[in-house]
Every structure is written in C-alpha cells, then in structure tokens.
C-alpha cells in the first residue's frame, strides 16, 4: 500500500489543520480538496486512494453523496466521515453506506490519527484473508525493497506478499524457518519497504548475548553506572529509535530477560543504568527463530506474552527443499557473486546433484557448496568433482521388487493426499501441529488443504 490519503472539506483551515497532523504522524502522501465535485471526478477518472477523509456537510455536493461515488468507483478506499453535528441518525447511515468510521467536530489530532491507523490496519489485514483466497501469483508494489530475496516460487513470493502488507504497519513480526532459510534478509527487506526505510536497521544475534550484559547492551548507562562504566554508552533501543529492531534467534533468550523485553514491548520506554526516569523509544520489533517456540512455551522456556506480542504479524518461510525451482537462481547468482571475471561454466550433472541435494542447511549450505566450488575450480568448469563428499555420487533410486497390477496402483499424489489428511485429522485438524509432524511448510500445508477441500 503506498498510505495515500485523500482529505475533502470546504474549510480550508481544517483541511490544512488534518494535512499538518497527518504529516507529523508519518503519513507524507496527502492530498487536500476543498471542492467535492473535483474529488468525485478524480475517483471517477480511475486515481485510487487508500484512505478518504470527508466532510459531510458542503455546499457542491453532500459527503454522503460523494461517499457513495466513492465506494462504486474505488470499493477498497477505507471513508472516514467527518461532521460538526453529533447525530446517530447520519453515523448510521455513513456505514450502512460504506463508511469505516465516523469523527465529530472539533477533532483531536490523536482521535484522527487513531481512525486512519485502524483503517490501515483494517486495509492489511482484509489484503492478508485476500492473499490466501487467491490462485494467481501476487505482485509486489515495492519490488526494489524485496530485490535481494532471489525467488520465483510461489510459496515464497506470497510471504513476501505478506511480509510488504504488514511492513506498511509498526507491529511487531515473528519470522520463522529453518537455519539458512534467509529470515535476516527478510526482516531487512520488510525495513526498507516500511515507513522507517530512512532509519536504522538493527540485527541483533540473542544467541550471541551475553546476558549478564542485557540490560546494558539494550537500555545503555551513563558513565560511572557500574564498575568499567568510563562513558556514556547508548543501547540498542536508544540507538535504534525511530528505525527497526532484528532480534534474531530470539528463543535463545533466556526466561529471566523475556520478561524485560516484554516491559518494552507493551510500554514503548526503558530505564537506561545509571538514570531513573524512564525514556520513550519509537522502535519496531521484528524477531525471528529456528525454534519451535510453541514447544518452549509448553516446557515454560518462553513466555506466552511475549510470543503474541512479538506474533503480530507471523511469516514462516519455508526450506530450500520446498522451494528447488530456485536453486538454478540461486546458484547463477552466487556464481556472479564469488567470480572475479565472468561467470563460471556449471556442467549438467552438478546442477542435476544440486537439485537432488536435500540441504539441511538450506540456502546458507547452497552459498557454501558454491562458494567452495568456485574457489576450487580456479576458473574452470565446475565439475561434480568440485562438489563437497554428499555431492560427489548421484542420488540412490531405490529398485522396484514387485510391480502389482495398474488397478491396484495409486499414484503418488493420492498417497500424499491420503496421508496428508490421516495426520491432519490424527493432529485434531491444528494445521501448525500437522506441518511440523509432516515436515513441511505451513504455507505448502495450506495449499495442499486448499485443493483437496478440506478447508
């Protein structure tokens, strides 16, 4: 979404009043018209604006009517109705007709911020319930944001769908997947598509924290605050402020901190060491783990509000084994990457042993193995001898003992399905469960689901 707003009232003081709130609280994309029957053209000549602000009462032409122009023409526009009379009468009719929410005169700039930030809130959500009903592929609006996230599958590009329609918003997001499955770089990408693209984007490894250093790593002290305190140091938050916040393999922190990070999550303000009064922080929190973090929660390893604080919005991406149509990608890529000169000549059976290959340790393995390749192959061929010792020989086809008869043959897609569903019902019909008993992707579970009408 590019959060553009439209504001339509005949009293231009309040429209610059609205423009200059709007402005402060992060929304740059505004547009003001004092003349209804222009707004009513623009949306009848194809523009498109995510949120309109109208008045109801105006000469030209009634909110109400230039509501309804509205809706016909441009039905996901969220209409925010404004008024100075408080009359039930007209707010019921403003939603029946459309209307996502209702604002009377004299408006405060927190009342006006809140209702455009729950009508962007409902835009990405009805776009998230959207993107699982459809069948074709989505496009991204911000595909320079995404461009290092190197994929044509279609799994994958609809996380990335997703992961855009929630960097539009500042709630936090848990990025789950396997080791190597490239979550860093998702959550950077999700940086540069949001409102903070301009501001620091912080990686933080939990698994490298030293956690009787927490508190100074993340809230920072004044000098003298403890012993080996020669200077003013500034944490994470501080630093970070206004930008975004990467907690990566953030189920390796331990229970007795899970509680200080919650307190800053729910408040927005830390104490730094050394100071007492507590200090305000703007940061956007994105974590991520290999870590079933469901399992840490039953075992009371992780606390359960913390898990749906930092869950609210949840992208799972999926192994390289779910995704092999991208590894001929990916490879070229890394080729050009480690290749001084032009790229290298990859013979045919090293790209048919790469796509055998299972890769535990996913992309980061496949980066691996080329990297090891190029630098052996001193400009050659790459040849299956440049392989790592699992590459070297090609993958075993079990033989055939017995061939029963054509009708008492199933296929393979009705033995996937058949079990699919066994353990689908077997795990209670939790899809979460049934994924992680399977081996594969929530998002490939869903699919399959899909097809099968079991949805």
């Not at 944001?145 to 848990?174: G, N, Q």
């Amino acid at each position: 979404m590019d959060n553009r707003i439209v504001v339509i009232d005949d009293e231009r003081d309040f429209l610059e009043s609205v423009n200059r709130g709007l402005i402060t609280a992060g929304y740059k994309n505004v547009v003001i018209e004092a003349d209804p029957r222009k707004a009513a053209a623009v949306f009848e000549q194809g523009q498109r604006f995510d949120i309109a602000l109208i008045d109801i009462t105006m000469p030209a032409m009634s909110g109400i009517e230039l509501l309804e122009i509205i809706k016909s023409t441009s039905p996901a526009t969220e209409c925010i109705m404004v008024t100075a009379l408080d009359e039930a009468r007209t707010a019921i009719q403003c939603l029946k007709k459309g209307a996502y929410d209702y604002l009377v005169k004299p408006i405060s700039k927190e009342d006006l911020v809140s209702s455009v930030n729950r009508a962007f809130e409902r835009k990405r959500l009805l776009a998230i319930l959207d993107l699982g009903k459809r069948r074709t592929l989505p496009k991204l609006d911000n595909q320079k944001a995404f461009s290092s996230i190197i994929t044509k599958s279609s799994m994958v590009l609809r996380v990335l769908k997703e992961a855009e329609l929630h960097a539009a918003s500042d709630i936090p997001i848990l990025i789950t997947g396997e080791t190597g499955t490239g979550k860093e770089l998702l959550s950077g990408a999700i940086h540069a598509a949001s409102p903070r693209a301009g501001a620091v984007f912080t990686p933080v490894n939990m698994e490298s924290l030293d956690a009787s250093m927490f508190d100074a790593q993340f809230f920072g002290h004044t000098r003298g605050a403890f012993t080996g305190a020669a200077r003013d140091h500034a944490g994470y938050l501080e630093t970070s402020n206004h930008g975004t916040l990467f907690l990566d393999e953030i189920g390796n922190l331990p229970p007795a901190l899970q509680g200080k990070l919650l307190r800053v999550l729910q408040d927005g303000e830390f104490i730094k060491i050394g100071t007492s009064a507590p200090r305000k922080v703007d940061v956007r929190f994105i974590a991520a783990t290999n870590s079933n973090l469901e399992t840490m929660m039953a075992q009371n390893k992780f606390r359960k509000d913390l898990y749906y604080r930092l869950k609210g919005g949840w992208l799972s991406l999926p192994p390289l084994r779910e995704r092999k149509e991208d590894i001929p990608l990916l490879v070229n890529s890394f080729i050009e990457k480690f290749c001084s000169s032009a790229g290298a000549e990859v013979e045919e059976e090293v790209l048919s042993r790469l796509m055998d290959y299972d890769y535990p340790g996913n992309i980061r393995e496949l980066k691996a193995i080329i990297q090891s390749a190029v630098n052996l192959a001193q400009k050659r061929p790459i040849s299956t001898r440049f392989l790592p010792p699992q590459l070297q020989r090609p993958k075993e086809v079990p033989a055939v003992i017995d061939q029963p008869d054509d009708e008492t043959i199933a296929t393979l897609e009705q033995v996937e399905k058949d079990h699919i569903l066994k353990v689908y019902q077997i795990m209670g019909k939790n899809k979460s469960q049934t994924a992680r008993s399977l081996g594969i992707g929530l998002n490939t579970l869903r699919r399959k689901l899909e097809s099968y009408g079991a949805v």
